[in-house]
């Protein structure tokens, strides 16, 4: 199978966590990486937001606002 270890992380999540838990134990924070992550966030899910919202308008506008 090609992708049996990840297949076998996706069906053993316990030890998943456990081994991700283990690689970032040495691992510290800095003080502005958590607002880099959020900025980060945003600035990859406000646009699919975006697009999702509008395919919906467009189908409502679609459906009913064409008849008024």
């Not at 283990?22 to 646009?47: H, T």
């Amino acid at each position: 199978m090609f992708f049996n270890k990840k297949v076998k992380r996706v069906l053993d999540v316990d030890r998943a966590e456990e081994e991700f838990e283990e690689r970032m134990e040495g691992v510290e924070l800095e003080k502005n990486d958590k607002p880099a992550m959020i900025i980060a966030a945003f600035i990859v899910f406000i646009p699919a937001l975006l697009l999702v919202i509008g395919v919906f308008v467009f189908a409502i506008w679609l459906f009913f606002g064409r008849f008024v």
